[in-house]
């Protein structure tokens, strides 16, 4: 099957200016170099810290910024460089669900203006069809039709969340962003709002990019993961596999920190506490992007910046440890002076 969404080789780096001239001194490396595919019906899981450039990711794929490099098409039409208007009419195709709800929602439109908006900016629908639109949209994401007429500051977060899903599908989308649609939500709700996710997905054929800084709730959702670290997918699995052999220092990192169900797996595992903090992104280290954390790292890690390469089918890495070239050269390599 052909990819829903190709990413290649993305780029979003953020100029930062200084002094008086306001001349331009460096970058902002927010997504440096990220690759993949999503297969139609797909969730994949995107997760890393906060500021790993996650987020960034999502919304350049939808092409909410202007992009400093890379391709990115969506059911094969290459849309990485066109301008806001040639996008315009392949916006439908495309929409997100935003993490805060509270932020998202305009507080002077009622629910119903809400969910309609983007009928009126995008359909020639009747105000009919447009409002029977709403009403079934309503139906579909669990919200009381009776309620069409309220305004957002009525409603719970995760009543808000259900709104905000309802205005991103109004248009039908194919592809749907959602960065991180729980994050902001009771735990108690964040369960209820994954599954209708779940359900929407089948019930309308959606393809997602799922962002969370939580590998737990991703373990849910996802059908395959990428772990970014620093502006980079440090790693890419199916699921399963990434949740039983994690393959890069750092997603092992990352895993033992979270609950394992598997009571073997988590004895086996242990805590790795990582030590130090994220590098800026104006100023990733020489090398691997993480060898100033890495409990692996090794002389080479701070001289060559690993590529990420697929190590078995659909096991995408970007760590030395699984390039047997270099790992050959590592052995055979004098002890540092
Ligand atoms: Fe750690 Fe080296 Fe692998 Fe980077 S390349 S993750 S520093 S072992
Ligand atoms: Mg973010």
Redesign the pocket.
């Known amino acids: 099957t052909r990819p829903l969404v190709q990413v290649r080789d993305l780029r979003m780096h953020f100029p930062i200016y200084a002094g008086l001239l306001r001349r331009r001194v460096g970058a902002v490396k927010a997504v440096d170099g990220v690759s993949f595919d999503i297969l139609p019906g797909e969730t994949l899981g995107l997760v890393g810290e906060?500021?790993c450039g996650?987020?960034?990711t999502g919304r350049a794929v939808l092409r909410l910024y202007d992009i400093t490099e890379g391709s990115i098409r969506i059911e094969g039409t290459e849309i990485g460089h066109m301008s806001q208007s040639q996008l315009r009419p392949l916006r439908p195709r495309m929409q997100m669900v935003f993490?805060d709800p509270q932020a998202s929602l305009d507080a002077r439109m009622t629910v119903e203006a809400i969910i309609r908006e983007p009928l009126d900016e995008h359909t020639r629908l009747s105000s009919r069809e447009k409002r029977e639109k709403v009403l079934e949209l309503m139906d579909a994401v669990g919200l009381n039709r009776r309620f069409a007429s309220r305004y957002p500051h009525a409603f719970s977060g995760g009543q808000r969340q259900r709104i905000g899903i309802a205005r991103a599908l109004a248009l039908n989308p194919k592809f749907v962003v959602c960065?991180?649609p729980i994050a902001a939500l009771d735990v108690s709700i964040q369960a209820q709002v994954v599954n209708l996710l779940e359900d929407l997905q089948a019930k309308f054929g959606l393809t997602y990019l799922f962002?969370s800084?939580d590998l737990s709730m991703v373990r849910h959702i996802a059908t395959r993961v990428a772990v970014m670290y620093l502006g980079r997918i440090v790693e890419m699995q199916d699921r399963e596999r990434l949740y039983a052999d994690p393959l890069h220092p750092y997603t092992r990192a990352l895993l033992s920190a979270v609950n394992e169900p598997d009571p073997a797996l988590a004895r086996s595992r242990g805590r790795i506490v990582l030590r130090g903090d994220v590098p800026s992104p104006a100023n990733p280290p020489r090398g691997c992007n993480f060898c100033t954390r890495c409990p692996e790292v090794m002389p080479v890690c701070r001289d060559i910046d690993p590529e990420t390469r697929q190590v078995a089918p659909g096991r995408w890495v970007a760590c030395h440890l699984h390039d047997p070239a270099i790992m050959g050269r590592e052995r055979t390599r004098p002890p540092e002076a």
């Open positions: 906060s500021g996650k987020s960034t993490q960065d991180e962002i800084h």
